[in-house]
């Protein structure tokens, strides 16, 4: 089991008022799941995503990361797990402008402290893992939006993470461009990634295995996809984007 969550809550003091996020999450995550969180806004997901991603910590409750108990974690290893552990895609890119793809891709590896030639490498190889072999040298601007989001799953997939967390991958993307991005995390996935998705469209959800969708900060579903019914679902999508 990768993750295991543990009667979670989150509580944020806004003035005088108190307002529960999350109000006593259990969820487990195993090894090669493919698992997407819904829910409308204020329904918890950002907060769970943020806790599941080491960003935040919980109110109370557990977090369990590869068995290691992660809630009172200071900020230091938090964001050691962050940036060995965890690859993370949104939904604004946060690529640097100024960088070319490839040392937009080295970032990770550059906190880790690993030499420039072995960061080439490794940065390179991602690039082309995303096809953009022929686009490591382009800076953002000279980047179509999907090619910008393949490059920041690239730098996501370059530490080889447990998990690879994307919070709305194609929300700025048009519907082509989003399916092409859903087809790369697929691939990822039959790789033997662990993908943790989080989307308020359900026709991207049922990209994945498995749907959670949160309300009021409780689990209200927690359904799996047969993979007939994803097949036939993502087929109607194609013919009619």
Known sequence: ?????????????????VVKALRG???????????????PSGSGKSTLMNIIGCLDTPSSGD???????VSNFDDD????????????????????PRADALHNVELPLIYRGIPSKERKRQATEALERV??????????NELSG???QRVAIARALVNNPSIILADEPTGNLDT????EIMVIFEELY??????????????????SRRIVHLRDGLIETDETIPEQSRWVMNHQNHENP
Request: proline share 1%.
């Open 131 to 140: 096809g953009l072999a022929d686009r490591i040298h382009h800076r953002p």
């Open 1 to 17: 089991m990768i993750i295991e969550v543990r009667n979670l809550e989150k509580s944020y003091n806004l003035g005088t008022v």
């Open 25 to 39: 999450i259990d969820l487990t995550v195993g090894k090669n799941e493919y698992l997407a969180i819904m829910g």
């Open 77 to 96: 290893r938090l964001a050691e797990i962050r940036n060995q552990k965890i690859g993370f895609v949104f939904q604004t890119f946060n690529l640097l």
């Open 190 to 207: 039959e790789l033997g990634n662990t993908i943790i998705l989080v989307t308020h469209e359900r026709y991207i959800a049922e990209h």
């Open 146 to 148: 999907g090619q910008r």
């Open 176 to 179: 082509v461009t989003g399916e």
């Open 63 to 69: 977090y369990f990361f590869e068995d290691k108990n």
